[in-house]
C-alpha cells in the first residue's frame, strides 16, 4: 500500500554532483524505512545506503560512504540522496525501497516496495 517514484538521475561528470529524490505516496499512516539500491548492466542489485523511518539514523556502503548522503522530509515525503565526487563506477539504475520494518536492513529481499529505478551515468 505504499508508491515510490525516483526521479533527478542523469549524465554527470565524473567529480560532479547529482541529487535524487524518491517521492512516497499511500493511503496509510505505516511509517517506512527507505533503501537506496542500484544494478549496472549485467549485476546484481547492490545496497547503497537507507534511512530510519524518522531520519534518526543513516548507513551506507562501504562504496559510497563519505561521498553519499541520504536525508529524509516526511512533510514532503521525499527522501534525498546526495551524491558528490561521482565516479564512473557509480553509474547504474538507482532505485529506492520501502521496508515495514521501521529501522534499517542491507538486504534487498527485506523490501517489499519499489520504485521503477532512475539511470545515473557518470562520464570521465
Known amino acids: 500500500q505504499v508508491q515510490l517514484a525516483e526521479s533527478g538521475g542523469g549524465l554527470v561528470q565524473a567529480g560532479g554532483s547529482l541529487r535524487l529524490s524518491c517521492t512516497v505516496s499511500?493511503?496509510?499512516?505505516?511509517?517506512?524505512?527507505i533503501g537506496w539500491f542500484r544494478q549496472a548492466p549485467g549485476q546484481e542489485r547492490e545496497f547503497v545506503g537507507a534511512?530510519?523511518?524518522?531520519?534518526?539514523?543513516?548507513e551506507y556502503a562501504d562504496s559510497v560512504k563519505g561521498r553519499f548522503t541520504i536525508s529524509r522530509d516526511n512533510a514532503k515525503s521525499t527522501v534525498y540522496l546526495q551524491m558528490s565526487s561521482l565516479k564512473p563506477e557509480d553509474t547504474a539504475v538507482y532505485y529506492c525501497?520501502?521496508?515495514?520494518?521501521?529501522?534499517?536492513?542491507?538486504?534487498?529481499?527485506?523490501?517489499?516496495?519499489w520504485g521503477q529505478g532512475t539511470q545515473v551515468t557518470v562520464s570521465s
Open positions: 499511500g493511503r496509510t499512516f505505516t511509517n517506512y524505512a
Open positions: 534511512i530510519s523511518w524518522n531520519g534518526g539514523k543513516a
Open positions: 525501497a520501502a521496508n515495514g520494518l521501521l529501522v534499517i536492513t542491507v538486504d534487498r529481499g527485506t523490501y517489499d516496495s
